[in-house]
């Protein structure tokens, strides 16, 4: 056969949440900003979503980026993010993992055993630093926009349950909510249940409530967070990540441990320089720290610092033949 349409790709995966970098097959995206460039991947590269996030080639679980060039002064690239149901502005586990395989397969040169890269995300440049061991990237440690508490104790009334939920941003907006609320655990044998609530709160709140940043060209609720209660900075506080179309993130979330560490310096039980580890559902762990505080629209905000580790796990070929009835991917739904 003649191979009109290849991507190649390099996946990785940071505490079991997958990321599919695609390096070749992307044809040009227009756009000034990181923001304008997802604008026009949503409205005319969804194809490639689909195609490389959807089964037979991914699967309901994939998540994605894009690296492209820089659009802000001193970028290294910029990276768009994608999933099962589109494209996000933020990723924090893709911020480490496309840091991680850009290190290590060469597509970034560095000079020292801790390199500071800034990558455009579409909600703003976010600073990450490698920490490098021999030829291993054995974390990567990222600064990210700033974080705030937007929304705290919303009440919600679904299905006979009230209760009352926090809604933070950490590059995306998210719902926090105490899984005790519900009567549910943080475990596989719950995860069933916490996606059909998982999108069940967040159609609560949308439907009660308009959010949107006062900034940026970011609106909505991306996913709900379900948590056991804060223990302390040295005791780790379990997750689950509800995003997209009832997608679990096997990691502890980047971008939702920057908002859940928002809204507990919000509350007073962390203070600058503490730190919070967030654990994902594959035991994962996420080491943040709060920088610095600032503002954002007169909201109080803070510049937290998340760490993980990636691993690269492969890189591919993906071959799209016309002649394939399901060559534009499908999800079992």
């Known amino acids: ?69 820089p659009v802000t002064e001193g970028a290294a690239f910029g990276a768009l993010f994608m999933h099962n149901e589109g494209w996000s502005t933020m990723c924090g586990h893709g911020v480490i993992a496309v840091v991680t395989a850009a290190v290590e397969t060469g597509m970034i040169a560095v000079d020292d055993k801790s390199p500071e890269l800034i990558i455009d995300c579409p909600c703003g440049p976010v600073k990450a630093h490698a920490r490098i061991d021999g030829q291993k990237v054995a974390s990567v440690a990222f600064e990210n926009v700033a974080s705030f508490l937007y929304e705290k ?14 809604i933070s941003y950490g590059g995306a907006f998210y719902v926090l909510v105490d899984v005790h609320d519900l009567d549910l655990a943080l475990d596989l044998q719950a995860l069933p249940a916490l996606e059909k609530w998982g999108e069940k709160v967040k159609r609560s709140v949308e439907a009660q409530l308009e959010v949107r940043h006062p900034n940026e060209d970011i609106a909505g609720i991306y996913g709900t967070i379900f948590h056991d209660p804060f223990k302390g900075t040295d005791m ?41 580890i967030h654990e994902g559902i594959t035991g994962g762990k996420f080491m943040t720290h ?37 060559k534009a991917g499908f999800l079992l739904k």
């Open 290 to 326: 709060v920088l610095q505080k600032t503002e954002v629209g007169g909201t109080p905000a803070i510049i937290p610092q998340v760490e993980g580790s990636a691993f690269i796990i492969g890189h591919h070929h993906f071959i799209i033949d016309p002649e394939d009835d399901l």
């Open 153 to 166: 104790s919303f009440p919600l009334d679904i299905e006979g349950y009230r209760f009352k939920v926090d």
């Open 1 to 69: 056969m003649e191979f009109k349409k290849v991507y190649t790709t390099i996946d990785a995966h940071v505490a079991g949440e997958p990321l599919r970098i695609i390096t070749g097959g992307v044809p040009d995206i227009k756009g000034d900003t990181q923001l304008e460039k997802r604008t026009y991947c949503m409205e005319n590269l969804d194809y490639i979503r689909r195609e490389l996030m959807h089964e037979p080639r991914g699967h309901d679980g994939m998540y994605g980026c894009i690296i492209t060039p």
């Open 236 to 276: 780790p506080s379990r997750n689950v990540t509800v995003f997209g179309d009832r997608q679990i993130d096997r990691s502890p979330c980047g971008s939702g441990t920057a908002a859940r560490a928002a809204a507990l310096h919000e509350s007073g039980m962390l203070n600058a320089g503490g730190c919070f």
